[in-house]
Protein backbone atom coordinates (compact mmCIF):
# COMPACT_ATOMS: atom_id res chain seq x y z
CA UNK A 1 0.00 0.00 0.00
CA UNK A 2 1.21 3.85 -0.85
CA UNK A 3 1.88 5.63 2.18
CA UNK A 4 -0.24 9.47 2.34
CA UNK A 5 1.00 12.14 4.21
CA UNK A 6 -0.79 15.45 4.71
CA UNK A 7 -0.18 18.86 5.92
CA UNK A 8 -1.11 22.47 5.47
CA UNK A 9 -3.94 22.31 7.76
CA UNK A 10 -4.58 24.91 10.84
CA UNK A 11 -6.67 27.55 12.17
CA UNK A 12 -8.63 29.98 9.80
CA UNK A 13 -10.99 32.82 10.31
CA UNK A 14 -14.57 32.37 8.17
CA UNK A 15 -13.80 33.54 4.62
CA UNK A 16 -10.33 32.45 4.35
CA UNK A 17 -8.24 30.13 2.57
CA UNK A 18 -6.23 27.08 3.26
CA UNK A 19 -3.99 24.41 0.94
CA UNK A 20 -3.57 21.39 2.00
CA UNK A 21 -1.09 18.95 0.52
CA UNK A 22 -0.76 14.87 0.51
CA UNK A 23 2.19 13.23 -0.65
CA UNK A 24 2.04 9.65 -1.78
CA UNK A 25 5.42 7.41 -1.58
CA UNK A 26 6.02 3.96 -1.55
CA UNK A 27 3.48 3.07 -4.74
CA UNK A 28 4.20 0.62 -7.15
CA UNK A 29 1.52 0.92 -9.13
CA UNK A 30 -0.94 3.70 -11.27
CA UNK A 31 -3.37 4.38 -8.96
CA UNK A 32 -7.50 5.17 -10.11
CA UNK A 33 -8.00 7.85 -8.22
CA UNK A 34 -7.22 9.98 -4.84
CA UNK A 35 -9.36 12.23 -2.55
CA UNK A 36 -10.36 13.89 0.17
CA UNK A 37 -12.79 12.81 3.13
CA UNK A 38 -12.76 15.06 6.29
CA UNK A 39 -14.50 13.99 9.71
CA UNK A 40 -16.22 16.22 12.46
CA UNK A 41 -16.60 15.35 16.07
CA UNK A 42 -19.26 13.26 16.55
CA UNK A 43 -19.61 12.68 12.28
CA UNK A 44 -18.97 10.17 10.14
CA UNK A 45 -16.38 10.67 7.80
CA UNK A 46 -17.78 12.44 5.02
CA UNK A 47 -16.77 12.66 0.74
CA UNK A 48 -15.13 15.95 -0.24
CA UNK A 49 -13.45 15.81 -3.25
CA UNK A 50 -12.04 13.53 -5.26
CA UNK A 51 -9.84 12.76 -8.81
CA UNK A 52 -9.35 10.48 -11.57
CA UNK A 53 -5.50 10.25 -12.35
CA UNK A 54 -6.43 8.68 -15.50
CA UNK A 55 -7.90 11.98 -17.52
CA UNK A 56 -8.24 14.18 -14.36
CA UNK A 57 -12.15 14.32 -13.79
CA UNK A 58 -12.98 15.91 -10.62
CA UNK A 59 -15.68 15.25 -8.57
CA UNK A 60 -16.92 17.49 -5.44
CA UNK A 61 -19.16 17.03 -2.50
CA UNK A 62 -22.43 19.66 -3.09
CA UNK A 63 -21.38 21.41 0.07
CA UNK A 64 -18.27 22.49 -1.17
CA UNK A 65 -18.69 22.90 -5.10
CA UNK A 66 -17.55 26.04 -5.91
CA UNK A 67 -15.26 26.43 -3.22
CA UNK A 68 -12.90 23.97 -2.99
CA UNK A 69 -10.24 22.69 -5.81
CA UNK A 70 -8.84 19.43 -6.20
CA UNK A 71 -5.54 18.66 -7.71
CA UNK A 72 -2.62 17.00 -8.28
CA UNK A 73 0.92 17.00 -9.19
CA UNK A 74 1.79 13.70 -11.05
CA UNK A 75 5.48 14.14 -11.43
CA UNK A 76 5.53 14.46 -7.62
CA UNK A 77 2.51 11.89 -6.80
CA UNK A 78 1.13 14.96 -4.68
CA UNK A 79 -2.57 16.06 -4.64
CA UNK A 80 -3.84 19.21 -3.09
CA UNK A 81 -7.16 20.42 -2.21
CA UNK A 82 -7.28 24.42 -2.57
CA UNK A 83 -10.12 25.72 0.40
CA UNK A 84 -11.52 29.17 -0.38
CA UNK A 85 -14.34 30.88 1.23
CA UNK A 86 -14.32 29.08 4.44
CA UNK A 87 -17.51 28.36 6.91
CA UNK A 88 -17.37 27.02 10.33
CA UNK A 89 -18.98 23.34 9.37
CA UNK A 90 -15.77 22.86 7.15
CA UNK A 91 -14.20 22.70 10.56
CA UNK A 92 -12.83 18.89 10.50
CA UNK A 93 -10.05 16.28 10.28
CA UNK A 94 -9.29 15.93 6.29
CA UNK A 95 -7.98 13.11 5.36
CA UNK A 96 -6.57 12.11 2.19
CA UNK A 97 -7.02 8.46 0.39
CA UNK A 98 -5.85 6.41 -2.70
CA UNK A 99 -7.75 4.30 -4.37
CA UNK A 100 -6.11 1.89 -6.62
CA UNK A 101 -8.82 -1.03 -6.96
CA UNK A 102 -11.47 2.27 -7.11
CA UNK A 103 -15.06 1.55 -8.84
CA UNK A 104 -15.96 4.87 -10.32
CA UNK A 105 -19.48 4.42 -8.96
CA UNK A 106 -18.17 3.97 -5.76
CA UNK A 107 -15.61 7.37 -5.65
CA UNK A 108 -17.89 8.79 -2.83
CA UNK A 109 -17.74 6.24 -0.63
CA UNK A 110 -14.61 5.75 2.45
CA UNK A 111 -14.52 1.45 2.12
CA UNK A 112 -13.65 2.09 -1.72
CA UNK A 113 -10.07 3.40 -0.89
CA UNK A 114 -7.53 1.27 0.45
CA UNK A 115 -4.78 3.20 1.69
CA UNK A 116 -5.51 6.84 4.35
CA UNK A 117 -3.52 9.42 5.48
CA UNK A 118 -2.87 10.35 9.20
CA UNK A 119 -5.37 13.56 8.97
CA UNK A 120 -5.27 17.33 9.10
CA UNK A 121 -6.95 19.44 11.69
CA UNK A 122 -8.46 22.46 9.94
CA UNK A 123 -10.07 24.50 12.51
CA UNK A 124 -12.55 27.77 10.87
CA UNK A 125 -13.47 30.34 13.89
CA UNK A 126 -13.44 33.75 14.28
Known amino acids: QVQLAESGGGLVQPGGSLRLSCAASGRTSRTNAMAWFRQAPGKEREFVAAIRYNGGHTYYADSVRGRFTISSDKTKDTLFLQMNNLKPEDTAVYYC???????????????????WGQGTQVTVSS
Open 97 to 115: ADGPRLILSQIRVPRAYDS
